[in-house]
């Protein structure tokens, strides 16, 4: 079964640079979200999509933008790089208002930012 | 106060045995849901098991089955005959509210180690 591709699974950037991570959800999922885990830590949810609209924010600096476009992938744009921003970036898909296991949110395997 | 409490930081376990990661969690919403994934060192998040707060009977996928007790607000992970490859983190993780809030909580995760 498809699964969600991200891309780069590996990044590294210096301080003050720009990244974009890129996401491809699982196909005829309509809701997309990333969240951030920094070493040893939970993931924390930063914001998600749902058909091509911001439908919730968390914890994202404002160096940090996102979109989904028409196809349905998303993009997170980072922006003047800090050394904290090092951590495994994962983007998640699911299908937004189904019931029972369409509940599930699927991860990707995430993509790996080294700040240097 | 946290939304999601693993009480155990780590966790040995002999091979073939049964184990059970503990997840209490906290919410006033009456509609959420309870997720458990996987981590491995690679470090992808593995979709294991989900339990709606409406489901009346506790979730299981192959090994995995969720013991849901709602009035104690608890959802613990079983995995009956461990293996060596269930060697992980694994993370209990929350969906808060209906339709239109996604956005998953985790919890500090438990590392689980497979004794041969």
């Known amino acids: 079964a498809a699964g969600v591709i991200q891309s780069p699974r590996h990044l590294i950037k210096e301080k003050r640079e720009t990244a974009t991570l890129k996401c491809y959800p699982i196909p005829r999922h309509d809701t997309v979200y990333w969240y951030q885990q920094g070493p040893g830590q939970d993931p924390q949810f930063l914001i998600s999509f749902y058909e091509k609209m911001q439908s919730d924010k968390g914890s994202i600096p404002d160096r940090f933008s996102a979109q989904q476009f028409s196809d349905y992938h998303s993009e997170l744009n980072m922006s003047s790089l800090e050394l904290g921003d090092s951590a495994l970036y994962f983007c998640?898909?699911?299908?937004?208002?189904?019931?029972?296991?369409?509940?599930?949110?699927?991860f990707g395997p995430g993509t790996r930012l080294t700040v240097t | 106060a946290q939304k999601i409490t693993q009480t155990q930081p780590g966790m040995f376990v002999q091979e073939k045995e049964a184990v059970t990661l503990d997840c209490t969690y906290d919410t006033s919403d009456q509609s959420y849901g309870l997720f458990w994934y996987k981590q491995p060192s690679s470090g992808e998040m593995i979709f294991l098991i989900y339990q709606g707060s409406y489901d009346e009977q506790n979730a299981t996928e192959g090994r995995y089955s969720l013991n849901f007790q709602k009035a104690r607000k608890s959802a613990n992970l079983v995995i009956s005959a461990s293996q060596l490859g269930d060697s992980a983190m694994y993370f209990c993780?929350?969906?808060?509210?209906?339709?239109?809030?996604?956005?998953?909580?985790f919890g500090t995760g438990t590392r689980l180690t497979i004794i041969p």
């Open positions: 993780a929350m969906r808060e509210g209906p339709f239109g809030n996604e956005k998953l909580t």
């Open positions: 998640a898909s699911s299908l937004k208002g189904a019931r029972g296991r369409l509940y599930e949110q699927y």
